[in-house]
T-cell receptor
Framework: DQQVKQNSPSLSVQEGRISILNCDYTNSMFDYFLWYKKYPAEGPTFLISISSIKDKNEDGRFTVFLNKSAKHLSLHIVPSQPGDSAVYFCAASPGSGNTGKLIFGQGTTLQVKP | NAGVTQTPKFQVLKTGQSMTLQCAQDMNHEYMSWYRQDPGMGLRLIHYSVGAGITDQGEVPNGYNVSRSTTEDFPLRLLSAAPSQTSVYFC?????????????FGPGTRLTVL
């Protein structure tokens, strides 16, 4: 059973517009949520995270929103740039203490067109 | 500071062969993990370690062994490779003191089992 789901395999947006990537989860015990970006032939790189006690975290062009009642989070990229084209993974930390485990969604491929 | 390094970058095996995927980190991180990435499946946790001498199973541990004799190294062993183990493998590490559960990933090993 997939505990973290990204239901949109791909997203295409125009440069300068907003990109919204969505993620749903099933386990209310998750205490941290993270977004990773991955370019082809490279490892995932950390982008932004949010604690379960917050509903928003912002870092430059990237904002993550958390709706705990809906078990839903989203990543907003404004404005989108061609260099943002990559696969974006949503991940959740199980919250069972310091174990180093992350549960990932399937990923969403973002294409930003010039 | 090289971060997380993985060798080899590419490997082709025949069914039944054994091999070890190497992972090392120079950040003195206590936590290390192995993930595999398959199309449409995101990243799935294979094994993880919270410190030297301590390992535990993740979501998909069958067919893989690990050991953690030093803080720096966390090799992943395939004792008898199967075509189902064709995948991209990522090693990650994280500081025990991290407040955001952020993990740092290596560049990956692309494994093909014929």
């Amino acid at each position: 059973d997939q505990q973290v789901k990204q239901n949109s395999p791909s997203l295409s947006v125009q440069e300068g517009r907003i990109s919204i990537l969505n993620c749903d989860y099933t386990n209310s015990m998750f205490d941290y949520f993270l977004w990773y970006k991955k370019y082809p032939a490279e490892g995932p790189t950390f982008l932004i995270s949010i604690s379960s006690i917050k509903d928003k975290n912002e870092d430059g062009r990237f904002t993550v929103f958390l709706n705990k009642s809906a078990k839903h989070l989203s990543l907003h990229i404004v404005p989108s740039q061609p260099g943002d084209s990559a696969v974006y993974f949503c991940a959740a930390s199980p919250g069972s203490g310091n174990t180093g485990k992350l549960i990932f969604g399937q990923g969403t491929t973002l294409q930003v067109k010039p | 500071n090289a971060g997380v390094t993985q060798t080899p970058k590419f490997q082709v095996l025949k069914t039944g062969q054994s091999m070890t995927l190497q992972c090392a980190q120079d950040m003195n991180h206590e936590y290390m993990s192995w993930y595999r990435q398959d199309p449409g499946m995101g990243l799935r946790l294979i094994h993880y370690s919270v410190g030297a001498g301590i390992t535990d199973q993740g979501e998909v541990p069958n067919g893989y062994n690990v050991s953690r004799s030093t803080t720096e190294d966390f090799p992943l062993r395939l004792l008898s490779a199967a075509p189902s183990q064709t995948s991209v493998y990522f090693c990650a590490s994280r500081s025990q003191g991290s407040t955001t559960d952020t993990q740092y990933f290596g560049p990956g090993t692309r494994l093909t089992v014929l």
